[in-house]
């Protein structure tokens, strides 16, 4: 840097940069000493300690990641594809920009932490002093939030055929209780970590006289076998003997790798879960796998002995929701479009939780709310959509939206040739279709998890309730 200035710049001037350098350096020494890179990086002291709190959760055993990242070995045999990894932000896997929103269990890595790596690697992957190593954290097994009230299974053990193909699938997890119950919440423990890839799941339940037996009956059907979504739904047998269907209870739980189930402080959240009932899965997506295998994915049940003081709400935006997509969303082949959706806020809300979704030709998504007074209040901005990881952002306190705001998504969808994730070669036109969730047509929602306002919310912490 110093030498580039020499050469191209005259002398004053340059006398004029080196005086400010020095003044920089000075000021770093004073001020941010620990922002300083170490002389010599070794894993024990440095790179442990990174790989621990942000790889190592996934990166182990019995969890979603393809191999273990625990010590030494696991970590510089791989050095390189590390370095790469966390150069282009693909690892950790957060597709939320830092820059732009914050939610809770929020993985990226710094700057500071990135260049580490990337130099350690440069510099042969130094082992360092084995008495300095952190140790390794305890990893939770099982259940991240404690012992369950009550463990119930997917009734039938899922066959997964080894011929490399994605699976999402309708799930029908039926249950009788005693008695109705209130919840604080449901985590869900795929029994297949390596295939499970997301899940989400609302309640059904039964009125006791409209459904005799909930545990007879279809429990999985593959969405893209049926035309509607409707069909789908009455081949998983969710009606009721008359036909009728059941109540519906939305997004109870959530699952991709990495994620605590959603817990909000007490008082907030919680459902019902009625004496007959099943735990419905909207949606679950099983990856490729090329040997035969099986998954029974599990749910943790938390009681809780008082009604939901304040059960959360949602809305969606777009698909289905309560805004339109603008245009209508279809996507002529060869094309990178933007759409927007806009839903005027009717009265104050606090938000918890923000989800957007799209399918494969996703590129980029952005929400924001626009104030009546014109203040812009940033919801979430995903520069590089990526399919796989469809987390349900919650914020790190609950957000304000006053009435009257406008929430404004857009997103970009690439139809063309160049987007490896284009599930049509040559590419089609690709567009949103009446009730249906297939991944080959598109979906463009932004779901909002909301309550009531009332004040004080807005310093209300969603942090680390367990
Ligand atoms: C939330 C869970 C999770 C976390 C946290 C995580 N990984 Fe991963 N990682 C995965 C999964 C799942 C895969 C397999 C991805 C795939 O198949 O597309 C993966 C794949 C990888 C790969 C292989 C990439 C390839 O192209 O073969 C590397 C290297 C990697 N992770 C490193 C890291 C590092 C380093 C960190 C921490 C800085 C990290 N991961 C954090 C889940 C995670």
């Known amino acids: ?214 545990m007879k009956g279809n429990v999985v059907v593959d969405i893209d076998d049926y035309p509607t979504t409707l069909e789908a739904y009455k081949a998983l047998d969710l009606p009721n003997d008359d036909g009728t269907f059941p109540m519906l209870t939305q997004s109870v739980t959530n699952y991709l790798p990495g994620v605590t189930p959603p817990l909000y402080p007490p008082g ?59 245009p209508a969303l279809v996507i002529p082949p060869d094309t990178v479009m933007k759409f927007t959706s806009d839903y005027e806020v009717p009265f104050d809300i606090s938000i918890l939780t923000v989800n957007p979704h799209m399918h494969l030709l996703g590129t980029k998504f952005l929400a924001y709310a626009i104030t009546l007074q014109g203040d812009t209040i940033p919801l979430i901005r995903i520069n590089k959509w990526d399919f796989r990881w469809q987390y349900f952002y919650t914020y790190k306190k609950m957000l304000k939206i006053p009435a009257g705001a406008r929430i404004h998504v857009e997103a970009v969808f690439d139809n063309t040739r160049k987007n490896p994730n284009n599930p049509f070669s040559p590419p089609q036109t690709v567009s949103e279709r009446e009730g249906s969730m297939r991944t080959s047509d598109e979906m463009l929602q932004f779901i909002v998890t909301y309550l009531p306002y009332q004040s004080g919310d807005e310093n209300i912490s969603l942090e680390g309730h367990k």
Not at 268 to 280: E, L, T, V
Not at 285 to 303: E, L, M, V, W
């Open 1 to 214: 840097m110093n030498y580039q200035f020499s050469v191209i710049t005259p002398r004053g001037l340059k006398r004029y940069i080196s005086v400010l350098v020095l003044a920089g350096t000075l000021l770093g020494m004073i001020s941010c000493e620990n922002a300083k890179p170490p002389q010599k990086i070794t894993f024990s002291e440095h790179i442990a300690p990174i790989i621990y709190k942000n790889c190592s959760g996934c990166h182990r055993k019995g969890e979603a990641a393809p191999f273990e990242l625990l010590d030494f070995v696991d970590v510089s045999s791989r050095s390189k594809l590390i370095k790469y990894v966390t150069e282009t932000g693909f690892m950790p896997p957060w597709p939320a920009d830092a820059a732009y929103s914050h939610f809770i269990d929020e993985k990226v890595l710094t700057r500071e932490q990135i260049d580490m790596i990337g130099k350690w690697v440069d510099e042969g992957c130094d082992p360092g002093d084995p008495a300095k190593l952190p140790p390794l954290p305890s990893f939770p097994n099982g259940s991240q939030l404690g012992k369950p009230d009550l463990v119930i299974k997917l009734r039938d053990v899922f066959k997964i055929p080894g011929d490399g193909k994605d699976r999402f699938l309708l799930m029908r997890v039926p249950y009788e209780l005693s008695q109705d119950q209130y919840i604080s919440t449901i985590e869900v423990v795929p029994d297949n970590k390596k295939l499970v890839h997301h899940v989400n799941a609302q309640l059904l339940s039964y009125p006791s006289d409209k459904r005799k037996d909930v």
């Open 268 to 326: 907030i959240g919680g459902f019902k879960m009625s004496r007959k009932g099943a735990i419905f899965l909207k949606d679950i997506h099983y990856g490729p796998s090329r040997k035969d295998t099986s998954d029974q994915t599990a749910f943790n049940i938390f009681f809780s002995d008082v009604p939901p003081k304040r059960p959360t709400q949602e809305f969606q935006m777009g698909t289905y929701g309560v805004s339109p997509v603008v």
